[in-house]
């Protein structure tokens, strides 16, 4: 038991308060305690010895008058553990919910937690952290065209047996030399960027299936009782502690019980920009995890959450609840959490999640935030969310993902839509339209979203929906919608024209100005098989649309599949080697683009000047979306080195040629020139 301690309430502790206006701040005698709580009767800060034990010593805190209680405790309370009791209004109503629960810290740095779906947090006490980042500083380029961004799962990166990391699923099995998989992975591929799903400490756990729970949930949607993908944050200043070494993902275990993921997790980052690797947050604000004791449902439901007529959640975003960004202290914690990830931890930028249900004020203050930190901070909206608005982020500059170029290029389902690189028009492209792509989705021209390339995250495929692997397989073979797979290595080794396709996307993609994403495994057609994991579901061995549910191999990386696609993934290197070589092709402006071939709408044609940057060559691109004719395209004057055909691709010239080149079908070129 936490003894008896001397205390002082006190509403002139704000001198304490430079940084991180809430949560606890640990002095050299002493520790402050504030927590924004406007309609609370009263609160009580509750401290305990031990996550176990049952029974703390509570403090009463006293309320100033902006809504803020806090209390000064004169001891130094690191390694103790607490929470608030927080006793509701004298009258309220389903806008406030009153609750006999301990509430954590939703300023947290770390949480001690209980591996079910209520989680039980307790706030862990930490001390000011002594970590040696070595000089490391952020690695952002200036001109955020020249990313190369590799979306993935943290622990997709080295769960797999063929990743041969003897730590998987760890922030310190993501830096294990000698493996296949992890860091060695991403400098293999020769990306710039990772961009981690989310590491907020989320909600891992779900409800047990088709079994109601006390609070009255009933799961009837998800047999795996796991959110594996993260897309439930609980704490927004907690990196999740799974991954840390003391981690767990077994039932019942308890966890954060020490600053180790903290401290891993800074591993990670400071290695990766050793390697010159920016890292990329996914961060989820627009909603909080559902099913566990979320501290902000009980701090203040009906200030903290957009509500209905009747004091119910509004749910926009699909997942149970919508954060009121606009709230003022709703707002300052997302900024404040912004500000801890890049001041305490140097993560470079954000892609933040169904943005569109973040208000524009706050929007605005995030980029000031962030940009006040570091001028070069990567912000990505996914532009989704009660609406669809690249354009609106564009104006606020913030780049988003492109759905236009994902869509026109791979198309949006692969039975009723696929697009370009199967010779088809998705219903909303246009020639102009494919034309557009390529300068960077611009706004003033055919189905243009964007200001400037600069804010066009140019992508075919991501987490959600089907990989682009096996987005090409249904394409090619619509009866492998729902429907088991028989042979598992046949289904993964792409035909020879399925091969063919799955290039001259990449083409497509690696060619057209702005910022490039590739998702986890594209480039080797990684497939999406569901694999059992003890739930049996009846889709077992079906290709998986939306895996976001299971922590097995559906989602691991199988390094040991490279081999199935080894020409693919090469192509990939090579388009990633040649990208970065090529500024022209990444930032070139937009009226030194021009296209030929005019009668044939699927013969993509385009020469890219590059006097208005710093390459010293000029590019001309073709790309062939007929999958039954091949075409004769007539080359401008002089000799050109082949960069990229339908074999190979790279910075090194394939040949040198001049006057005339075919392409077979579903095949493209890439042509440079030295520029006279």
């Known amino acids: 038991m936490v003894k008896d301690l001397e205390l002082l309430t006190s509403t002139d502790t704000d001198f304490y308060f430079d940084e991180y206006e809430m949560g606890n701040t640990p002095l050299e005698s002493s520790t402050v305690f504030r927590i924004f709580c406007p309609r609370a009767r009263k609160l009580e800060v509750e401290l305990f010895d031990s996550y176990k034990q049952k029974k703390g010593a509570r403090y009463p805190m ?19 553990l607490y929470g608030y009791r927080i006793t509701p209004p004298e009258h309220h109503g ?29 706030t862990l ?16 380029p200036d001109d955020h065209r020249d990313l190369i961004i590799y979306e993935s799962h943290l622990k997709d990166l080295t769960a797999h047996a063929s990743s041969k990391c003897k730590k998987p699923g ?21 990306v710039n960027a990772v961009e981690f799903f989310p590491l907020h400490k989320y909600a891992y756990f779900e409800p047990p299936f088709k079994e109601k ?16 993908w993260g897309y439930m944050s609980s704490f927004y200043f907690v990196p999740e502690t799974m991954y840390a070494s003391d981690g767990s993902n077994k039932t019942d275990k308890i966890i954060g019980t020490s600053d180790k993921a903290i401290r891993e997790y800074k591993d990670v980052i400071k290695s990766l920009h050793k390697e010159g690797i920016s890292v990329i947050m996914d961060v989820v604000y627009n909603h909080v995890s559902q099913y566990d004791l979320n501290p ?99 104006q606020h500059d913030f780049a988003a993902l492109n759905d236009q170029i994902r869509n026109g290029v791979k198309g949006s389902d692969p039975v009723h839509a696929p697009g370009f690189i199967f010779g088809k028009w998705q219903h909303e492209t246009s020639r102009l339209s494919l034309e557009n792509f390529v300068r960077g989705t611009l706004e003033n021209s ?108 559906t989602n691991y990386l199988n390094f040991s599949d490279i081999k199935l696609n080894k020409e693919l993934y090469n192509y990939y290197k090579g388009l990633i080697a040649f990208r970065k070589s090529a500024a022209a092709i990444r930032k070139g402006k937009p009226e030194n683009i021009g296209y030929q071939y005019f009668k044939d709408a699927l013969l993509v044609t385009f020469y890219v000047l590059g006097a208005d940057t710093s390459d010293p060559n000029d590019y001309f691109v073709s790309l062939n979306g007929n999958i039954d004719e091949e075409q004769t395209i007539n080359i401008p004057g002089g000799e050109w080195e082949v960069m990229a055909d339908n074999e190979r691709a790279g910075n090194e010239p394939i040949e040198v040629i001049e006057d005339t080149y075919t392409l077979r079908p579903a095949t493209g070129v890439i042509l440079r020139k030295l520029r006279d």
């Open 296 to 394: 902000f449902k009980f701090i203040d439901k009906g200030y903290y959450f957009r509500l209905d007529q009747n004091d119910n959640y509004i749910t926009e975003s699909g997942c149970g609840n919508d954060f009121r960004t606009e709230a003022p202290m709703a707002r300052e914690m997302i900024c404040d959490s912004i500000k801890y990830w890049m001041e305490e931890f140097h993560v470079d930028g954000f892609r933040f999640d169904l943005a569109n249900l973040i208000d524009w004020d706050t929007v605005d203050a995030i980029r000031e935030t962030a940009r006040s930190i570091n001028p070069n901070a990567i912000l990505i909206a996914e532009p989704w969310g009660g609406g669809y608005d690249p354009t609106g982020f564009s």
């Open 213 to 228: 729970t006390p609070e009255g949930y009933f799961n009837t949607w998800n047999p795996y009782e796991r959110n594996y």
């Open 125 to 140: 006490i930490v001390g000011e952290q002594d970590y040696d980042w070595e000089d490391d500083e952020f690695v952002a």
């Open 170 to 190: 760890t922030y310190k099995g993501l830096l294990q030399k000698k493996q296949k998989g992890g860091l060695a992975h991403l400098k293999e591929l020769g």
């Open 446 to 553: 055919a189905n243009g979203r964007f200001r400037s390339s600069r804010h066009s995250v140019n992508y075919l495929a991501s987490h959600d929906g089907y990989t682009l692997g096996d987005f090409i397989r249904i394409a090619m073979d619509n009866d492998l919608v729902n429907q088991p797979v028989d042979d598992i290595k046949e289904i993964k080794e792409l035909s020879e024209e399925a091969l063919k396709i799955a290039k001259l996307g990449a083409l497509y993609l690696f060619t057209s100005q702005g910022i490039t994403l590739v998702h986890e495994g594209q480039p080797w057609a990684h497939s999406k098989i569901i694999r059992p994991n003890g739930a049996n579901p009846s889709d077992a061995y079906q290709l998986d649309h939306n895996s976001y549910e299971k922590d097995n191999e």
């Open 62 to 80: 006293e309320q100033d008058a902006n809504g803020v209680w806090n209390v000064l405790i004169k001891s130094n309370l690191v390694g103790k």
């Open 94 to 122: 389903n806008d406030f919910i009153a609750t006999d629960e301990l509430v954590a810290d939703p300023y947290s740095k770390i949480v001690t937690t209980r591996n079910t779906y209520r989680q039980e947090p307790k």
